[in-house]
């Protein structure tokens, strides 16, 4: 038979099957296609696209292009199995391709019969539809071309899956798991909408779901009836001819029912709302079944009119289903309606919304409002009321909310006064956390390392908070402790230690008596006591809190822990000031070998343990050493904290130190007048750091000879020390001996003698090991400059009792070398060689 005349013949039977009722038109094709199951086919779907279209088209038999036969098992590299379906428009195929690869694959082919201009231009806009999408939620095109006789094809991929809806109700998924589901199909639509390609025809037949490695897994198929959602080319357009009516009936939007408006994004969103109801209830939104046999307009308009009831109010009106409903979600009726009723009834009558600009404007939007309900958030699709917010609270925490309520319903049990004592106590926690908050933040400004520079206007503030911490907070020994630390902390920033050293004390007895010794707050404010302790020359008792201390918090924090290697890097701190270097440098390098692995090399930590190992290095004569340590160190913390940070200053302040010590004193002078700039600027002039800086560079310049700038430095450091630090703190005492020998070279004895027997007496009242020698050493520099040979001796000879060591030191010191061929001298000198004197720092 002819190609007109085959097609001549399939018009005439589906012009009388349009004449016969559903029932009678079964009847009449089995009589007229009996012989012909392909013929049979043909008019079928010619059927199916007459009930979806209300037209047929004529196809073009004068093109030139020959009639698809697809009666050949084989098409390319692909062999034919068996037919998976028939649309409108194709043919699909179960095929194998059998090069270059071996896999099944979904063969599309134009069907015989439709072989249209219009057909061919929607059956090449499916296949570069597809094409340009790449998401695990749609189904991939693999190849395309057509056959010896022109018929077109693509290969795509096989998804051997079951509609979504059907997949849900065999595996009985919960309502949860079934909206997981959904958002994984519109991220699936939502891409395809980036891609300017609408799909049109949403539904769950097109929505397949297959398992990947056990977990159910959406592909979205057949693209047949998508359209551009721009033209790819200037005068191009994939747009359904004006009144043409595409898409399945029951879950087209109202526009796609309307042949004179046109189609956009939000098309796709409706058909989803449709799917994502059924999911939910197991029925579609619009029932279509009555109207099938009405007119086409008829239905149409019903279509576009009829407004969905809820999901919730769906189950609750089919007392007949609602079990087998919902026991298809794995629940009850009354749970399933509760379920639904709420948020899912807002969330889906918004993606139905027949006017399209108060739908949810993209799939990405649906998703987001379906995610923020299972993470019980308050969804954007109905009115958010205060208590509506406080219920998605609690559902958010349900746990603690049951403990709350739990506690509450005992408490109310039990006596009402109890729940009013409870609220009390409530708001006055509430009230004093506030206080912390604002008193921290406020206290923070004061430190240096954040205000870098700026006046610290919060002093005042701060020594009246001090004041009446005691009082104000005495029914909250908890929070005064934690004020008090916070206090004790700042001043120990600005560098005001006898006021941080009280309140440092007091904190740590109540953290004692009120959470224990070993809780990790006591801890904590203990190695902060320590360490204000150190910075006051306290040596003795930091060293034994300290070690008090380490032992404990090991076992609380761990040997590893970022508090116990903060704790070990104090306590070599101390072992350094007391001149003892050996186990210094022992403790040292066991903290920085963890703290390197732990921490990493550029952590401020790591850098901090550097610095100091640095200064125990140099402190030992080991300047080379400590001189690269100290540049590593000053690199790494000038490009992490910045120039101007005060660690970043010290760093640079210790690098002068040992270029001092090696006797590279201009370069030394260099960083020292840097250091002392900038620690003024961004410290302030009386800030301790500040002092130091200054006094250590007044000794740099007597090493040079230039003692009369030396001379002034030195005196106005002595004066801000006395000031700040007190006439005792051995910083002052230092400076004040370095002011006594600069005066000895100048052949101002007298005034350096004063200077001398002041420290000392200072030294005594102390008593702190080591300061005793070292003042009486600073003496005997004193006098042996100022020509004083004998009283040098006898200086010298007493600091040796004291403990003074260093024999090679000492012999080298140019400010003894009056005494150099003095046999009293040379005796000393061999009497702590053999050892009858006790080491020295």
């Given at each position: 038979?002819?190609?007109q005349?085959?097609?001549?013949?399939?018009?005439?039977?589906?012009?009388?099957a349009?004449?016969?009722?559903?029932?009678?038109?079964?009847?009449?094709?089995?009589?007229?296609?009996?012989?012909?199951?392909?013929?049979?086919?043909e008019?079928?779907?010619?059927?199916?696209?007459?009930?979806?279209?209300?037209?047929?088209?004529?196809?073009?038999l004068?093109?030139?292009?020959?009639?698809?036969?697809?009666?050949?098992?084989?098409?390319?590299p692909?062999?034919?199995i068996?037919?998976?379906g028939?649309g409108g428009?194709?043919?699909?195929?179960?095929?194998?391709?059998t090069?270059?690869?071996?896999?099944?694959v979904?063969?599309?082919?134009?069907?015989?019969?439709?072989?249209?201009?219009?057909i061919?231009?929607r059956?090449?806009?499916e296949?570069?539809?597809?094409?340009?999408?790449?998401h695990?939620a749609?189904?991939k095109v693999?190849?395309?071309?057509?056959?010896?006789?022109g018929?077109?094809?693509?290969a795509?991929?096989?998804?051997?899956?079951?509609?979504?809806?059907?997949?849900?109700?065999?595996?009985?998924?919960?309502?949860?798991?079934?909206?997981?589901?959904?958002?994984?199909?519109?991220?699936?639509?939502?891409?395809?909408?980036?891609?300017?390609?609408i799909?049109?025809?949403l539904?769950?037949s097109?929505i397949l779901?297959?398992?990947?490695?056990?977990?159910?897994?959406?592909?979205?198929?057949?693209?047949?009836?998508?359209?551009?959602?721009?033209?790819?080319?200037?005068?191009?357009?994939?747009?359904?001819?004006?009144?043409?009516?595409?898409?399945?009936?029951?879950?087209?939007?109202p526009?796609?029912?309307?042949?004179a408006?046109?189609?956009?994004?939000?098309?796709?969103?409706?058909s989803?709302?449709?799917i994502?109801y059924?999911?939910?209830?197991?029925?579609?939104?619009?029932?279509?079944?009555y109207?099938?046999?009405?007119?086409?307009?008829?239905?149409?308009?019903?279509?576009?009119?009829?407004?969905?009831?809820s999901?919730?109010?769906?189950?609750?009106?089919?007392?007949?289903?609602?079990?087998?409903?919902?026991?298809?979600?794995?629940?009850e009726?009354?749970?399933?309606?509760?379920?639904?009723?709420?948020?899912?009834?807002w969330?889906?009558?918004?993606?139905?919304?027949?006017?399209r600009a108060?739908?949810?404007?993209?799939?990405?939007?649906?998703?987001a409002?379906?995610e923020?309900?299972?993470?019980?958030r308050?969804?954007?699709a109905?009115?958010?009321?205060k208590?509506?917010?406080?219920?998605k609270?609690?559902?958010?925490?349900?746990?603690?909310?049951?403990?709350?309520?739990?506690?509450?319903?005992?408490?109310?049990?039990?006596?009402?006064t109890?729940?009013i004592?409870?609220?009390?106590?409530?708001?006055?926690?509430?009230?004093?956390?506030?206080?912390?908050?604002?008193?921290?933040r406020?206290?923070?400004?004061?430190?240096?390392?954040?205000?870098?520079?700026?006046?610290?206007?919060?002093?005042?503030?701060l020594?009246?908070?001090?004041?009446?911490i005691?009082?104000g907070m005495?029914?909250?020994?908890?929070?005064?402790?934690?004020?008090?630390?916070?206090?004790?902390?700042?001043?120990?920033?600005?560098?005001v230690?006898?006021?941080?050293?009280?309140?440092?004390?007091?904190?740590?007895d109540?953290?004692?008596?009120?959470?224990?010794?070993?809780?990790?707050?006591?801890?904590?404010?203990?190695?902060?006591l320590?360490?204000?302790?150190?910075d006051?020359?306290?040596?003795?008792?930091?060293?034994?809190?300290?070690?008090?201390?380490l032992?404990?918090?090991?076992?609380?924090?761990?040997?590893?822990?970022?508090?116990?290697?903060?704790?070990?890097?104090?306590?070599?701190?101390?072992?350094f000031?007391e001149g003892?270097?050996a186990?210094?440098?022992?403790?040292?390098?066991?903290?920085l070998?963890?703290?390197?692995?732990?921490?990493?090399?550029d952590?401020?930590?790591?850098?901090?343990?550097?610095?100091?190992l640095?200064?125990?290095?140099?402190?030992q004569?080991h300047?080379?050493?400590?001189?690269?340590l100290?540049?590593?160190?000053?690199?790494?913390r000038?490009?992490?904290l910045?120039?101007?940070?005060?660690?970043?200053?010290?760093s640079m302040?210790?690098?002068?130190n040992?270029?001092r010590?090696a006797?590279q004193?201009?370069?030394?002078?260099?960083?020292?007048?840097?250091?002392?700039?900038?620690?003024?600027?961004?410290?302030?002039?009386?800030?301790?750091a500040?002092?130091?800086a200054?006094?250590?560079?007044?000794l740099?310049?007597?090493?040079?000879?230039?003692?009369?700038?030396?001379?002034?430095?030195?005196?106005?450091?002595?004066?801000?020390?006395?000031?700040v630090?007190?006439?005792?703190?051995?910083?002052?005492?230092?400076t004040?001996?370095?002011l006594?020998?600069?005066?000895?070279?100048?052949?101002?004895y007298?005034?350096?003698?004063?200077l001398?027997?002041?420290?000392?007496?200072?030294v005594?009242?102390t008593?702190?090991?080591g300061?005793?020698?070292?003042?009486?050493?600073?003496?005997?520099?004193?006098?042996?400059?100022?020509g004083?040979?004998?009283?040098?001796?006898?200086?010298?000879?007493?600091?040796?009792?004291?403990?003074?060591?260093e024999?090679?030191?000492?012999?080298?010191?140019p400010?003894?070398?009056s005494l150099?061929?003095?046999?009293?001298?040379?005796?000393?000198?061999?009497?702590?060689?053999h050892?009858?004197?006790?080491?020295?720092r």
């Amino acid at each position: 038979m002819g190609q007109q005349d085959q097609w001549q013949k399939i018009k005439e039977i589906v012009g009388a099957a349009l004449e016969h009722d559903s029932a009678a038109r079964v009847e009449y094709l089995d009589r007229a296609c009996s012989d012909d199951p392909t013929l049979r086919a043909e008019v079928e779907s010619l059927l199916s696209a007459h009930a979806h279209a209300g037209q047929l088209s004529e196809p073009v038999l004068g093109s030139g292009l020959p009639v698809p036969t697809a009666t050949s098992r084989s098409i390319g590299p692909y062999r034919l199995i068996h037919e998976l379906g028939v649309g409108g428009m194709g043919r699909v195929w179960l095929a194998e391709q059998t090069h270059p690869v071996r896999r099944r694959v979904a063969l599309k082919l134009i069907r015989i019969g439709v072989f249209d201009q219009a057909i061919l231009h929607r059956f090449e806009a499916e296949r570069q539809s597809i094409a340009i999408m790449d998401h695990p939620a749609i189904a991939k095109v693999f190849d395309a071309g057509a056959t010896q006789d022109g018929q077109p094809y693509f290969a795509m991929e096989y998804v051997d899956g079951s509609p979504i809806t059907t997949y849900c109700d065999e595996k009985k998924l919960s309502i949860r798991d079934r909206l997981q589901l959904f958002v994984h199909v519109c991220g699936g639509v939502q891409h395809a909408h980036q891609k300017a390609i609408i799909h049109r025809d949403l539904k769950p037949s097109n929505i397949l779901v297959i398992e990947v490695d056990g977990k159910p897994t959406p592909r979205i198929i057949d693209f047949g009836l998508a359209k551009a959602a721009s033209p790819a080319l200037p005068g191009e357009t994939l747009v359904t001819q004006p009144g043409a009516f595409l898409g399945t009936p029951g879950y087209m939007s109202p526009e796609q029912a309307d042949p004179a408006c046109d189609i956009d994004t939000r098309s796709d969103v409706y058909s989803l709302g449709v799917i994502l109801y059924e999911l939910l209830t197991g029925y579609l939104p619009v029932e279509i079944a009555y109207w099938r046999n009405q007119p086409l307009e008829e239905t149409l308009r019903h279509l576009r009119e009829t407004e969905p009831q809820s999901p919730s109010t769906r189950i609750s009106d089919r007392k007949d289903t609602s079990t087998a409903c919902a026991a298809a979600r794995g629940t009850e009726p009354g749970l399933l309606v509760s379920t639904l009723r709420g948020d899912l009834d807002w969330i889906t009558l918004k993606a139905l919304e027949k006017d399209r600009a108060r739908r949810y404007g993209t799939p990405s939007e649906l998703a987001a409002d379906i995610e923020r309900y299972l993470e019980n958030r308050p969804v954007l699709a109905r009115p958010a009321s205060k208590g509506y917010r406080l219920r998605k609270y609690l559902g958010r925490n349900r746990a603690a909310a049951a403990v709350v309520g739990g506690a509450l319903a005992l408490l109310i049990a039990f006596a009402v006064t109890q729940t009013i004592e409870l609220r009390r106590i409530t708001r006055e926690r509430d009230r004093a956390n506030r206080i912390t908050t604002f008193m921290t933040r406020m206290f923070e400004v004061s430190n240096p390392s954040e205000a870098r520079g700026n006046s610290v206007t919060a002093r005042e503030i701060l020594d009246k908070a001090s004041q009446d911490i005691q009082s104000g907070m005495a029914k909250d020994p908890e929070l005064q402790a934690q004020m008090m630390s916070i206090m004790a902390n700042t001043y120990h920033s600005l560098g005001v230690f006898s006021r941080a050293q009280p309140l440092a004390e007091r904190a740590v007895d109540i953290d004692r008596r009120v959470l224990g010794p070993n809780h990790p707050d006591t801890l904590q404010s203990t190695v902060r006591l320590a360490n204000i302790l150190r910075d006051r020359g306290h040596l003795a008792e930091a060293e034994k809190m300290l070690r008090a201390t380490l032992p404990i918090e090991e076992q609380v924090f761990g040997p590893e822990a970022p508090e116990t290697l903060s704790s070990m890097t104090r306590m070599g701190a101390v072992l350094f000031d007391e001149g003892k270097y050996a186990e210094a440098e022992k403790i040292k390098r066991e903290t920085l070998t963890i703290q390197e692995r732990v921490l990493g090399a550029d952590h401020p930590d790591t850098l901090n343990s550097m610095n100091n190992l640095a200064n125990i290095l140099s402190a030992q004569g080991h300047y080379a050493e400590a001189e690269k340590l100290h540049r590593e160190t000053l690199e790494g913390r000038r490009r992490i904290l910045g120039p101007d940070h005060p660690d970043t200053l010290s760093s640079m302040n210790n690098l002068a130190n040992t270029l001092r010590d090696a006797g590279q004193y201009p370069e030394a002078e260099r960083l020292y007048r840097e250091t002392v700039d900038a620690q003024r600027r961004i410290l302030g002039h009386d800030h301790p750091a500040t002092l130091r800086a200054m006094s250590i560079l007044a000794l740099t310049l007597q090493d040079e000879g230039q003692l009369a700038e030396a001379e002034k430095l030195s005196r106005e450091t002595l004066d801000a020390q006395r000031r700040v630090l007190g006439p005792d703190h051995p910083a002052t005492l230092s400076t004040q001996e370095t002011l006594a020998i600069d005066l000895s070279h100048q052949g101002r004895y007298g005034e350096a003698e004063s200077l001398c027997r002041g420290a000392i007496a200072a030294v005594e009242r102390t008593n702190e090991p080591g300061g005793i020698a070292n003042a009486w050493y600073n003496f005997a520099c004193a006098a042996a400059v100022g020509g004083h040979r004998d009283e040098a001796i006898e200086y010298l000879r007493r600091a040796i009792d004291h403990g003074l060591g260093e024999p090679d030191a000492i012999a080298s010191d140019p400010d003894l070398k009056s005494l150099q061929g003095d046999a009293r001298f040379q005796a000393l000198l061999e009497r702590l060689r053999h050892g009858s004197a006790k080491p020295n720092r």
